[in-house]
């Protein structure tokens, strides 16, 4: 059984960062895809960045240039490294592997002053 448990979310102001892990187990974790997605109240899902099994990165226009994604398959985590974080960031951030289609518990990322 396919387990994703992210973690790092919390209150940062903004500018500030955060770093977002979600450890993977029950999968071949290097075969896959995998892909970052937040939702806010009121808001669709919407997918921030992924990445696939042989490393490329790609990204929503919304956070290209301030958001990295990258893989450990050595600790089966997927990590997003989060910079100069707007209030428009705050969202529940969800990792998913589509192809199993597996999501994660999500964890809380607040903006604000």
């Known amino acids: 059984q396919v387990q994703l448990v992210e973690s790092g979310g919390g209150l940062v102001q903004p500018g500030g960062s955060l770093r977002l892990s979600c450890v993977a187990s029950?999968?071949?974790?290097?075969?896959?895809?995998l892909v970052w997605f937040r939702q806010s109240p009121g808001k669709e899902r919407e997918q921030v960045a992924g990445?696939?099994?042989?490393?490329?990165?790609r990204y929503s226009a919304s956070v290209q240039g301030r958001f990295t994604i990258s893989r450990d398959n050595s600790k089966n985590t997927l990590y997003l490294d989060m910079n100069n974080l707007k209030p428009e960031d705050t969202a529940a951030y969800y990792c998913?592997?589509?192809?199993?289609?597996?999501w994660g518990q999500g964890t809380q990322v607040t903006v604000s002053l």
């Open positions: 990445i696939t099994a042989d490393d490329r990165p």
């Open positions: 029950g999968m071949e974790f290097s075969n896959y895809a």
């Open positions: 998913h592997v589509p192809r199993l289609d597996a």
